[in-house]
Nanobody, 120 residues
Framework: QVQLVESGGGLMQPGGSLRLSCKAS????????MGWYRQTPGKKREWVAT???????NYADSLKDRFVISRDNAQNTLYLQMNSLKPEDTAVYYC??????????????WGQGTQVTVSS
């Protein structure tokens, strides 16, 4: 089992920056890929970025120039630095972790989400 707890959301003016954090606990040794997703009311959850244990990152094309994903494996913490925020970035941001073991196969874990609101 893996538990994920996000923090760092809040209200920010357009053009500002926020850094989200996601602290993982439990059986963190088996976490391989971690990532961020976001969701607005009435829409499907949208992929933002993922990063492997070795630090290889991928981003949604529309966000790669403004968002930076990183992870501190020693602290079991995932980050998302969001710059030049726009009102359309307003969403609940979810942390995701994927594990894979021979006995259980691939499992997905989600945090509870943190609200980011970009508004003047």
């Amino acid at each position: 089992q893996v538990q994920l707890v996000e923090s760092g959301g809040g209200l920010m003016q357009p053009g500002g920056s926020l850094r989200l954090s996601c602290k993982a606990s439990g059986n963190t040794d088996i976490i391989f890929v971690m990532g961020w997703y976001r969701q607005t009311p009435g829409k499907k959850r949208e992929w933002v970025a993922t990063i492997t244990y070795t630090g290889h990152a991928n981003y949604a094309d529309s966000l790669k120039d403004r968002f930076v994903i990183s992870r501190d494996n020693a602290q079991n913490t995932l980050y998302l630095q969001m710059n030049s925020l726009k009102p359309e970035d307003t969403a609940v941001y979810y942390c995701h972790a994927n594990t894979h073991t021979p006995s259980q196969g691939s499992l997905d874990y989600w945090g509870q989400g943190t609200q980011v609101t970009v508004s003047s």
